[in-house]
T-cell receptor, first 111, second 112 residues
């Protein structure tokens, strides 16, 4: 049963543009909403995360927004750079603390 | 540097051979995890250990066994490797539920 649905699967953005990746979830018991960034040949790394008591969190060029009623959270990358080219995963943990990974979004930022 | 260390980085096995993937973390995390990553399928949980002395099955445990040797180390064993186990394996650790994970750099395993 797919509990997390991520979109789009791939995204091409021009340098300086805004990248937006969405994650829809089914399990209302999720209590922590992280995004992970993975470069080729590397393990995923925590990029930014939000807890459901706030609707938005910003860290530098990265913003995560949370819509509890829509059961959706999104990653926005402002002023996208070629170095942001990577695969991004949403991965909320279930009640047992195990991450439920989305399918991933492959972002390519063109110079 | 603090983090999660996985060995080996690359391995080629013949069908039916066995091997153990090693993982160690130095962040004093309670929980440790083994994931596999296949193209187009994201990461899938194989086994996890919520704390020292406990292990539980994840989404895809068949063909694998694990050992939580101590708080630092969590190993994954393939008793009789099959081509379907060709994948990239990641170990991760965390303080517990609702905390970020720290991942290792992965083991790329090919079973021929």
């Amino acid at each position: 049963q797919q509990q997390v649905k991520q979109s789009p699967q791939s995204l091409i953005v021009q340098k300086g543009g805004i990248s937006i990746i969405n994650c829809a979830y089914e399990n209302t018991a999720f209590d922590y909403f992280p995004w992970y960034q993975q470069f080729p040949g590397k393990g995923p790394a925590l990029l930014i995360a939000i807890r459901p008591d706030v609707s938005e969190k910003k860290e530098g060029r990265f913003t995560i927004s949370f819509n509890k009623s829509a059961k959706q959270f999104s990653l926005h990358i402002m002023d996208s750079q070629p170095g942001d080219s990577a695969t991004y995963f949403c991965a909320p943990p279930n009640q047992g603390g195990k991450l439920i990974f989305g399918q991933g979004t492959e972002l390519s930022v063109k110079p | 540097n603090a983090g999660v260390t996985q060995t080996p980085k690359f391995q080629v096995l013949k069908t039916g051979q066995s091997m153990t993937l090693q993982c160690a973390q130095d962040m004093n995390h309670n929980s440790m995890y083994w994931y596999r990553q296949d193209p187009g399928m994201g990461l899938r949980l194989i086994y996890y250990s919520a704390s020292e002395g406990t292990t539980d099955k994840g989404e895809v445990p068949n063909g694998y066994n694990v050992s939580r040797l101590n708080k630092r180390e969590f190993s994954l064993r393939l008793e009789s490797a099959a081509p379907s186990q060709t994948s990239v394996y990641f170990c991760a650790s965390s303080e517990g539920p609702n905390y970020g994970y720290t991942f290792g750099s992965g083991t790329r395993l090919t079973v021929v």
